[in-house]
């Protein structure tokens, strides 16, 4: 299958959403506590294989998160470490990049995602317990939403609606906005301990999926969130990243402090439909390619990016 070795630890990884073969990587240097980043865009060998990489940008301090624009197949957005959001045009030599670099958040920002229905915009989450909305024509942020009592560590837009995105936070909490609304529209007493991740569901507007530090993935449903529909188990230390499928309505893809990636059904009993162990440090990235059925990418702490299509060894040459 094909893999790539990163020199700094893996923080995240993005599929593009115009070409099936193309992958970004976040990293940084000494598992991000200190030291430079370096954004990776890579070319999947569809034969298996090495990665071939297409380009990189070093940043002076770490990587922790980046996403594709929506609307322009060259436009890469990071989360550094400093507190900017730095944008990078792929059509561009390295010395004209970053074309911007954003620096309103006072603290780490963690997260990045692109707006997949306005796909002009894009939100940030920070450590300094702050969202922020920003669209690509503007130096400064259009808005800051600051609700949370501690770091935001993931926000995400929903895949329907053009104005509401949900956030989950070391406070406990997720909460669900909407930009035309002066406050939060919904906080889910999420968990009992920080939540790290959380995401939409493509087929019902309605659901979201959140992660722990408490090991345990949940499913909500909006309209009744007082209890969640169900409980996942099954990670042995905190769950890192979780991510809805883009092409199955009940597939979850999750990565966690045990090194694994696992796939969840949470419709079925048995939810657990696939576990893979090919990490040796931290597993801290996953995506689900919308342009390839099935194929899943990952990074970690151990400095190794895979791709591979469920059902097979990702450490298979």
């Not at 599929?15 to 990293?27: C, G, I, K, Q």
């Not at 790290?196 to 992660?211: F, G, H, M, Q, R």
Request: net charge negative; charged share 20%.
């Amino acid at each position: 299958m094909p893999m790539f070795k990163t020199p700094f630890n893996g923080y995240s990884v993005k599929f593009s959403p115009f070409f099936e073969h193309r992958l970004a990587v976040a990293t940084s240097q000494n598992f991000g506590i200190l030291g430079n980043g370096r954004i990776h865009v890579l070319d999947i060998n569809p034969a298996g294989g090495p990665m071939a990489e297409i380009s990189s940008f070093e940043t002076s301090d770490g990587v922790y998160d980046v996403t594709w624009s929506e609307e322009n197949e060259n436009l890469l957005v990071a989360a550094i470490a400093d507190g900017s959001v730095k944008l990078y045009d792929l059509a561009l030599p390295p010395a004209g990049n970053p074309i911007r670099s954003l620096s309103e958040h006072t603290r780490e920002v963690h997260s990045v995602d692109w707006n997949p229905v306005r796909r002009d915009s894009f939100i940030t989450s920070s450590w300094d317990d702050t969202i922020k909305l920003w669209t690509v024509d503007r130096p400064t942020s259009v808005r800051t939403f600051k609700e949370h009592a501690y770091c935001v560590y993931q926000s995400v837009w929903n895949p329907r609606h053009a104005d509401i995105f949900c956030s989950a936070s070391g406070d406990l909490t997720v909460r669900v906005w909407d930009v035309r609304e002066p406050v939060s529209t919904m906080i889910l007493p999420a968990h009992e301990f920080e939540v790290l991740s959380c995401d939409w569901n493509k087929y019902d507007d309605c659901l979201i999926v959140t992660a722990s530090v408490d090991k345990s993935i949940k499913v909500w449903d909006v309209r009744n969130f007082r209890v969640p529909i169900t409980v996942l188990n099954g990670h042995s230390y905190a769950v890192r990243k979780v991510k809805f499928s883009p092409h199955r309505q009940s597939l979850i893809a999750s990565c966690s402090y045990d090194m694994t990636v696992c796939l969840w059904d949470y419709q079925v009993e048995d939810a657990l439909v696939g576990r893979y162990d090919h990490h040796t440090e931290f597993a801290v990235g996953v995506d689900m390619s919308v342009l390839v059925e099935g194929l899943l990418a990952s990074t970690g702490w151990d400095e190794m990016v895979y791709v591979w299509p469920h059902g097979t060894d990702p450490r298979a040459p």
